[in-house]
């Protein structure tokens, strides 16, 4: 990345485009492996099935787990934030 005359780094659109979107993707699966291995620590191991869904949910039903894996009494509790 080259960087301007005052010192802030220059990036292309394409690479704005590309290479950010690849950075939100890896937060995005980031943060679903940090939700999977809270619920199997609380829950125990989980089947792919939920596994699957917790990977492919947005970043707000992703936010409602979080908010329900401590709180919850059981696992079709923290799951109900995935309807």
Not at 14 to 24: D, I, L
Not at 27 to 48: D, I, Q, S, Y
């Amino acid at each position: 990345m080259a960087m301007n005359s005052l010192g802030f780094e220059y990036q292309s659109n394409f690479a704005r485009r590309h290479f950010g979107q690849g950075k939100e993707e890896g937060r995005a699966e980031g943060r679903a492996e940090v939700v999977l291995k809270l619920l199997a620590l609380r829950f125990g191991p989980l089947n792919e099935g939920i596994q699957a869904r917790i990977q492919r949910a947005r970043d707000t039903q992703v936010d409602a787990v979080v908010e329900r894996v401590l709180t919850a009494r059981t696992l079709e509790e923290v799951l109900g934030a995935l309807a």
